[in-house]
């Protein structure tokens, strides 16, 4: 039998009014050292606190805390240590961001700590399957969760969407089991993660495929490398503007709700012009 959901449980369309009727854009905002994009620009909590700020007054419908990177090749970070990066900047805006705060963990004791603090949602890069306790927490405070698919190791001859199937399919059971409700749930496709370049393309051509489960789509292909292996000349990660663009206005075209990115007000204008050809009707003149 599932566990009984606290009555003060939020779906995610409690929290993102506007989700499936518009895209979303999610501002991202790493407090960690060696970030691929901008590690060290905002470790110090005042300067992340503005950043905060900044992004939900550009239009971002919730703000993605993380304190660990994720980039390919990184060191791994104790539970301790993410939590004193993340915990402080996650109080110090509770209550005071006008947008959900979601904690960017796989860490079930992290987790713990930035809901405890006034985080709403749980955006797992591991789809809840590196740690399975993260879902019995994200239950236990009525948060939504996000499952991102990854991999541990690139195999280019495999069928990626049949691989992404399989993964959700535990994600979904892992959460289901710990009393997270369906629509309390998104995924992620995990473009940039445990894929090769061809398949990190072809995850984005069939993302329909992915849609068809029924639940919400994030995607997130904001200033990624695999963008500057299209470019004539190698480019930094705060160069890939144009290509994140891009990508999110595929993504959106192709179904996805919610739109990961670093710069949010170009993402926001862009995606309104999807939304106005896409999705006829969500209110936006």
Not at 105 to 121: C, D, N, P, R, V
Not at 122 to 128: A, E, F, I, M, P
Not at 188 to 216: C, M, T, Y
Not at 237 to 246: K, M, T
Request: aromatic content about 4%; proline content about 7%; hydrophobic content about 45%.
């Amino acid at each position: 039998m599932s566990p009984a959901l606290p009555a003060e449980r939020r779906s995610l369309r409690d929290l993102l009014p506007g989700l499936g009727q518009r895209c979303l854009v999610m501002g991202i905002l790493n407090v960690t050292p060696d970030s691929f994009s901008d590690g060290g620009r905002f470790e110090r909590p005042e300067v992340a606190l503005a950043q905060a700020g900044a992004l939900a007054a550009e239009g971002a419908a919730l703000v993605d805390i993380g304190g660990e990177s994720t980039r390919p090749g990184h060191v791994p970070v104790s539970a301790e240590e993410e939590q004193s990066r993340v915990v402080p900047v996650i109080a110090a805006l509770a209550g005071r961001l006008s947008v959900p705060i979601s904690i960017d963990t796989y860490k079930a004791s992290t987790a713990e700590a930035a809901l405890a603090a006034g985080a709403a949602i749980v955006n797992d890069v591991w789809g809840l399957q590196r740690e399975p306790d993260i879902a019995r927490v994200a239950a236990k405070h009525g948060a939504p969760v996000i499952a991102m698919h990854n991999r541990e190791t690139i195999d280019p001859g495999i069928d990626i969407i049949s691989d992404m199937l399989a993964f959700f399919d535990r994600s979904l059971s892992i959460a289901r089991r710990a009393g997270i409700p369906d629509d309390s749930i998104a995924l992620d496709p995990g473009i940039g993660f445990g894929k090769s370049w061809e398949q990190h393309l072809e995850a984005l051509r069939r993302l329909p495929e992915i849609k068809a489960l029924g639940f919400p789509l994030l995607v997130g292909v904001s200033r990624k490398s695999l963008l500057g292996r299209l470019h004539d000349k190698e480019t930094d990660p705060q160069d890939r503007l144009f290509g994140s663009i891009a990508a999110h206005v595929l993504a959106g075209t192709l179904g996805a709700d919610i739109l990961r990115a670093h710069d949010v007000r170009p993402h926001v204008e862009a995606l309104r012009v999807v939304d106005a050809v896409m999705r006829p009707g969500n209110g936006r003149g």
